[in-house]
């Protein structure tokens, strides 16, 4: 009872807001316990030895412990501190008691009254939730940085090209808690951020990915991580191309190959010279490894040894810089002249066949990322519009392919009309394709012995590999200076088995493609799955140098070949002495496709999503005719397909062979139209004709043309034919859909690249605004690489 009163009076007097008076029995009591200490005798205490070393250990292990745990990213709360009762020494009157109230007092008063600075204040986090409303909490404080950064909108100059940031997309993770971190995505605008007022250093942590561009990593002020980081107001992302070790350049020091980290630690006092080497004089002494150029050093003080090293070395790059380029590129193209117009009165009829090859869009991309000079004859239009997918509906009535015809203005001849026609083969299921029997045919030469090549055409296998079933066989022949058989066919369930036989191949000697081409029919053959799907499927660089090498001598090899009803598909690899015109002649004679892989997303693309429509025909020997109407079309020419033209009698002979379709695939076909009324520079010279008739029936007066299209299955060996009319129209491109504007703006800019001479307007960034116009949904990005394609090669002509 009597400590009860003590404690009761104690807190009474702590509550009050004047200067306490010590309660009554306070002194009585506390005499008592000094009394009562006084009585205790004190204990002489021994200290043993140990003790003071047992001590200082227990400090520093304590020292070290607590110096770890502040090192956890995410330090646990502060428990609440738990203060001692001790026993006072000594009476404790009104005045100490007073004081100590006093000072609690006025040390409360000054924090209060004391202001935040803004360098610790934290900014409010905005936490955002799919499903709630954004909720606002605010950070602990943080320390102020030494700099601070007040605004983010820079131009960076980038490899290619200086551009004005306008809008980012900043996704920020919270450091407080690891495993229940909340994230926040934003837009950010360069207006918005401009008008930000200046923050403390923030951590940030940026991911994404669009064509072109990959962002993914964190970073903080003034630290670089290739993804994405901010520095002295400046904001940097950087296009995953560029951060790729394969796409740094090569760095020389005194005659020796020398790693990045070790160049960058150079002296610069000690340089004595330094050259840079770029395109094929870089990879004409290093290879394909300084395909981004070299940057060659030499050093004041050398020894003897690195002396003849460097002199070595500059006499090859003398050397390189007295070849002409011309000769170092040693790659092959088949020279074309443009199709011209032609005058409705005395040709009405046009005839040629269907191309489903891609490879020459994926090749002019790849010469323009390397900056190179695009060459005239590597630009075949009609590749470049069929590289991408357009929406046209599926077939009905049980044919193979829907017709799709549309008819607008041309956007690079003013007055001019353009007609496009589009095909969509019919989708079969993946469990509903036959079984297939493919041979890969590799060449396994020493040409091949490049990155870019061999180790991405291996790859590259391994990605259709994924899309067959059990029921599927691979066999694969390679050669070099001779053929050889490496994997006999074998079920696809038995991927180890083939991949192991992928990744033990290697390249080296001559290229003997005709003994190649031989064995792997005679493997097909062999092995030829009724009513299956029987294809060889050939990867190289083309370059065949052994035995049949010439052109005329491959064409009538696989011409021979096709008839044994085996299909074929070519797959073109590398540079610098790629072989585009023997590719393009075998897939063209051969009941086959041609594709370019320049990279692991063209492969996936090409062998991955598309494989039904490129490794599986439903129709062989597609024709089409076109017959214009002279009383609205004075002159027309057809762009593109300048190697599949056939004579107008070709039509319906069934011996001529033509393309294939494949399943799910479209084909695009655009003719440029004068109509009757219009006056154009480009309309040939008419000739005054006796018998010829120069109006329509009365039956066809409103018809444009009449489109007729022959195909065989592709199993068969006679055609049929299908016919569809085309109405005349005076629709604007303005009201044209999607598909016709991308079409058109894909053929514009192959026409702007051959500097052709059948067009007026070749302003680029009219060509780019078409196409950003036409770009729609875009799910798998194709067509905003076109848009950056248009870009890059706007950035090369300045």
């Not at 050259?275 to 981004?292: C, D, E, F, Q």
């Not at 290697?506 to 493609?513: F, N, P, V």
């Not at 892989?597 to 991955?608: C, P, R, S, V």
Request: charged share 25%; glycine share 6%.
């Amino acid at each position: 009872m009597e400590n009860n009163h003590i404690d009761q009076q104690f807190n009474e007097a702590s509550k009050l807001s004047e200067e306490p008076t010590v309660f009554p029995g306070f002194e009585k009591v506390w005499g008592k316990v000094e009394e009562k200490l006084d009585k205790k005798e004190e204990k002489k205490r021994i200290i043993p030895l140990w003790l003071p070393y047992g001590i200082a250990a227990s400090l520093v292990i304590g020292m070290g412990v607590f110096y770890f745990m502040n090192k956890k990213e995410n330090a646990e709360p502060l428990k609440p501190l738990i203060t001692e009762n001790k026993t006072l020494r000594g009476p404790i009157n009104q005045a100490d008691i007073a004081k100590i109230d006093r000072i609690i007092k006025e040390n409360i008063r000054k924090e209060e009254s004391l202001p935040v600075p803004l360098a610790h204040q934290a900014p409010p986090v905005v936490v955002i939730d799919a499903y709630k409303s954004p909720i606002t909490c605010n950070l602990p404080p943080i320390q102020a940085p030494d700099r601070i950064v007040s605004s983010l909108p820079q131009i960076y100059n980038d490899t290619l090209q200086t551009k004005q940031i306008e809008e980012v997309v900043v996704t920020g993770y919270s450091k407080v808690v690891r495993r229940k971190s909340v994230t926040a995505s934003s837009t950010v605008t360069s207006t918005s951020v401009s008008n930000l007022p200046p923050q403390p250093a923030a951590y940030f942590s940026l991911q994404g990915k669009v064509q072109g561009i990959q962002i993914n990593g964190t970073g903080n002020q003034g630290v670089n991580v290739a993804s994405g980081y901010i520095n002295n107001n400046q904001l940097v992302i950087r296009g995953a191309a560029s951060i790729k070790s394969e796409n740094k350049a090569l760095y020389v020091v005194n005659g020796m190959v020398t790693k990045d980290e070790d160049f960058r630690k150079l002296d610069p006092n000690t340089i004595a010279s330094m050259n840079v080497l770029k395109g094929n004089s870089a990879t004409a002494i290093y290879g394909s490894k300084a395909s981004n150029g070299v940057i060659i050093v030499t050093t004041k003080e050398l020894s003897r040894r690195e002396r003849k090293k460097a002199k070595k070395l500059q006499d090859k790059i003398n050397k390189q810089q007295q070849i002409s380029p011309v000769t170092q590129n040693n790659e092959g193209y088949d020279a074309f002249v443009e199709n011209p117009f032609e005058l409705t009165q005395s040709q009405p009829l046009s005839t040629f066949s269907i191309d489903i090859d891609n490879a020459a869009y994926s090749n002019v991309r790849r010469m323009i990322n390397n900056g190179q000079v695009v060459d005239k004859n590597s630009v075949r239009i009609e590749e470049m519009v069929n590289y991408f997918k357009y929406d046209y509906p599926q077939p009905k009535n049980g044919d193979p392919f829907s017709i799709n015809t549309e008819y607008s203005d041309s956007p690079w001849n003013p007055k001019h009309k353009l007609l496009k026609i589009g095909l969509q083969g019919k989708n079969i299921p993946m469990d509903k394709l036959p079984a297939s029997n493919f041979v890969f045919l590799i060449d396994v030469s020493g040409s091949m012995d490049e990155e870019n090549k061999l180790p991405l055409l291996k790859s590259s296998f391994k990605v259709l590999l994924n899309k067959l079933r059990p029921k599927d066989k691979i066999g694969i022949v390679v050669y070099a200076g001779s053929a050889g058989m490496v994997l006999p066919p074998t079920s696809a369930g038995e991927k180890d088995k083939i991949i192991e036989a992928l990744d033990h191949l290697q390249a080296g000697g001559s290229t003997a493609g005709g003994a190649g081409i031989e064995l792997a029919y005679k493997l097909a053959q062999e092995n030829f799955a009724k009513d299956g799907n029987n294809r060889v499927i050939i990867a190289t660089d083309g370059d065949f140098n052994v035995g049949i090498s010439s052109t005329s001598d491959l064409k009538t090899l696989i011409e021979d070949k096709r008839k044994s009803g085996v299909f074929l598909t070519c797959l073109g690899f590398g540079m610098g002495n790629y072989k585009d015109n023997t590719l393009e002649t075998l897939a063209d004679k051969g009941n086959g496709n041609y594709a370019y892989i320049d990279n692991m997303q063209e492969a996936n693309k090409f062998l991955g999503k598309e494989f039904a429509g490129n490794m599986y025909a439903i129709a062989k020997d597609v024709k089409i005719q076109i017959e214009f109407n002279p009383e609205y079309v004075k002159s027309y020419r057809l762009i593109g397909y300048e190697n599949r033209k056939l004579r107008n009698e070709d039509f319906v002979n069934d011996k001529i062979d033509a393309g294939e379709l494949g399943s799910g695939h479209t084909v695009t076909a655009l003719y440029e139209v004068i109509p009757a009324d219009v006056q154009s520079s480009f309309t040939p010279k008419e000739s005054n004709l006796k018998y010829t008739q120069t109006h329509s029936p009365k039956e066809a007066e409103d018809e444009l043309a009449t489109i007729k299209f022959r195909y065989k299955k592709p199993d068969g060996d006679t055609s049929r034919e299908i016919s569809q009319i085309v109405k005349n129209a005076d629709n604007r491109i303005s009201s044209a859909s999607k598909d016709f504007k991308f079409a058109s703006s894909v053929a514009w800019f192959g026409l702007v690249l051959r500097n052709s001479e059948l067009i007026t307007k070749k302003d680029l960034s009219d060509v780019e605004n078409l196409a950003k116009q036409s770009k729609g949904g875009d799910e798998e990005g194709y067509r905003t690489e076109f848009i950056r394609l248009i870009e890059s090669y706007k950035a090369i002509q300045k």
